[in-house]
């Protein structure tokens, strides 16, 4: 996958400290996902039918 361009922050990133959050680009097949606070790291690429899945995932894991 080429390094997209089309990077967005999460909805939840808020002002302040808030701003260090994950930012997501899409391709028509995968989702980039990367930290914000070190966007010269790596990625993590998923299948693009994943991402949902994926992020309802998460949203069930205890912090």
Known sequence: MNTPDNW???SYSGGGDGNNCVEIATRPT???????K???RATVTIPA??????????????S
């Open 8 to 10: 967005r922050k999460s």
């Open 30 to 36: 995968r989702i980039a996902i990367r930290d914000s």
């Open 38 to 40: 070190a966007p010269d």
């Open 49 to 62: 039918e994943a991402f949902t899945p994926f992020v309802e995932a998460l949203k069930k894991t205890p």
